[in-house]
């Protein structure tokens, strides 16, 4: 089993940052990758960026040379790096962590882009 914590969401102005946090507990040494997906109201639930063991990244077009997906693995923590932000980055941002049969997901933490 593995846990996800989701932190750092919040209301932030259109051009800002923000960094969420995912922190992971449980059977750490089984996931094989990680990432953040978002959902906006009305819409499917999009992957953002993932990170694989071996630190090999892959970004949404819509987020590439803005986001990014550091790692502190001393503190098991996952994080997204938000800058230059949208009014259409808003959604709720889930953090995902994938063994090799299962997944799981995060509580999810609200982004909000606005003026």
């Known amino acids: 089993q593995v846990q996800l914590v989701e932190s750092g969401g919040g209301l932030v102005q259109p051009g800002g940052s923000l960094r969420l946090s995912c922190v992971v507990s449980g059977s750490i040494l089984s996931v094989y990758v990680m990432g953040w997906y978002r959902q906006a109201p009305g819409k499917q639930r999009e992957l953002v960026a993932t990170?694989?063991?071996?630190?090999?990244?892959n970004y949404a077009d819509s987020i590439k040379g803005r986001f990014t997906i550091p790692r502190d693995n001393a503190k098991n923590t996952v994080y997204l790096q938000m800058n230059t932000l949208k009014p259409e980055d808003t959604a709720v941002y889930y953090c995902y962590a994938a063994e090799v049969a299962k997944g799981y997901w995060g509580q999810g933490t609200q982004v909000t882009v606005s003026s």
């Open positions: 990170i694989t063991r071996g630190g090999s990244t």
